[in-house]
């Protein structure tokens, strides 16, 4: 099992540019999310997706879009980056509801 | 406000030596504790998740204590090795929180040979 994998690992963009990090887990989760992670703090959820078809926005959901294209693929897209949007993105699964989440390597995005 | 803080924000010590990293909270209704181990360039991985009714659980030579009346956390690791080194995350859920914890910023610890 390759338990979550994500696409790219790293990105450099415009600002402006848009872009869509692509996450996906092979032990059959209910649950999938995603977070960033910036320098000095603690992971921030951005957007989960509690069971297939639903999604519902986190704690800084502003900027993004998520789209949970079947139970194993959640993605996140970035419209119009800003700088503000350099960070580390992380994406994770849970079996069912908020439960031990397994977490992606991460894509590191830079926003010039 | 919710929060989870961490100390020491960093930590280095020798190889084979033992440290504890503690965690305060003030996170209401509580649910959980969980504590996560973070490679550097890598995703958080779980150690332990401790419900209300837990004071101790060990992985290995991660042992996490919690009290729930003083919203404290410990996670003690002994004979430490190189390959501890990394980050040590101590998360918090509270009920009906809608799918959101409330994640520390880490203490890096770095052993030295």
């Known amino acids: 099992n390759a338990g979550v994998t994500q696409t790219p690992k790293f990105q450099v963009l415009k600002t402006g540019q848009s872009m869509t990090l692509q996450c996906a887990q092979d032990?059959?989760?209910?649950?999938m999310y995603w977070y960033r992670q910036d320098p000095g703090m603690g992971l921030r959820l951005i957007y989960y997706?509690?069971?297939?078809?639903?999604?519902d926005k986190g704690e800084v959901p502003n900027g993004y879009n998520v789209s949970r294209l079947n139970k194993r693929e959640f993605s996140l897209r970035l419209e119009s980056a800003a700088p503000s949007q350099t960070s580390v993105y992380f994406c994770?699964?849970?079996?069912?509801?908020?439960?031990?989440?397994?977490f992606g390597p991460g894509t590191r995005l830079t926003v010039t | 406000k919710n929060q989870v803080e961490q100390s020491p924000q960093s930590l280095i010590i020798l190889e084979g030596k033992n440290c504890t990293l503690q965690?305060?909270?003030?996170?209401?209704?509580?649910?959980?504790l969980r504590w996560y181990k973070q490679d550097t360039g890598r995703g958080p991985v779980s150690l332990t998740i401790?419900?209300?009714s837990e004071n101790t659980k060990s992985n290995r030579r991660y042992t996490a204590t919690l009290d729930a009346d003083t919203k404290q956390s410990s996670l003690h690791i002994t004979a430490s090795q190189l390959s501890d080194s990394a980050s040590y995350i101590c998360?918090?859920?509270?009920?009906?929180?809608?799918?959101?914890?409330?994640w520390g910023a880490g203490t890096k610890l770095i052993i030295k040979p």
């Open positions: 965690c305060n909270y003030t996170v209401s209704p509580f649910s959980n």
């Open positions: 401790m419900t209300f």
């Open positions: 994770a699964s849970s079996e069912q509801g908020v439960g031990k989440q397994y």
């Open positions: 032990m059959n989760h209910n649950s």
């Open positions: 997706s509690a069971s297939e078809g639903t999604t």
């Open positions: 998360v918090v859920s509270a009920k009906d929180s809608n799918y959101q914890l409330i």
